[in-house]
């Protein structure tokens, strides 16, 4: 699990909380089905995920339309993806647990895919928010 390092600070204080607490959960998620925890004790870890995720993304979403960002409908449209394939993840754990392959899910959605989105997409995002905030 890639840990939080200022290569993925955007410079926005409540962005980078944020991203820090999905970061930190997601890892807390892992730990917890690497090391067999039961079904009622990873379903709140997975909820809480989902729960956040939609609540990131709103108020990311929210600040772009505050600045009228030109590729917010593009950005919105890899937070939707990305919280389809969450809830894909959440009905497959519902339906068999927590198995080698949900965990492997898990990571590449959370360690690999969100990384690349704060890296590549939100990024950019903090740029443009910088720009016009820059005399």
């Not at 840990?3 to 959960?25: F, I, K, M, P, Y």
């Not at 360690?111 to 990024?123: A, Q, S």
Request: hydrophobic share 45%.
């Amino acid at each position: 699990m890639p840990s939080w390092n200022a290569s993925l600070s955007v410079g926005v204080e409540t962005v980078d909380a944020q991203h820090q607490e999905l970061l930190a959960r997601a890892d807390a998620l892992l730990d917890a089905m690497r090391a067999g925890r039961s079904r009622a004790q990873v379903t709140p870890l997975l909820g809480f995920l989902r729960d956040y995720c939609r609540e990131h993304f709103a108020s990311e979403v929210a600040l772009m339309r505050k600045v009228a960002y030109p590729e917010l409908e593009d950005h919105a449209a890899q937070h939707a993806s990305f919280t389809t394939r969450l809830a894909c993840i959440e009905d497959d754990f519902q339906t068999f647990g927590p198995t080698t392959a949900i965990a492997a899910a898990v990571h590449e959605l959370l360690c690999v895919r969100f990384v690349k989105h704060i890296l590549e997409v939100d990024l950019a995002f903090a740029s443009h928010l910088h720009c016009l905030t820059q005399p």
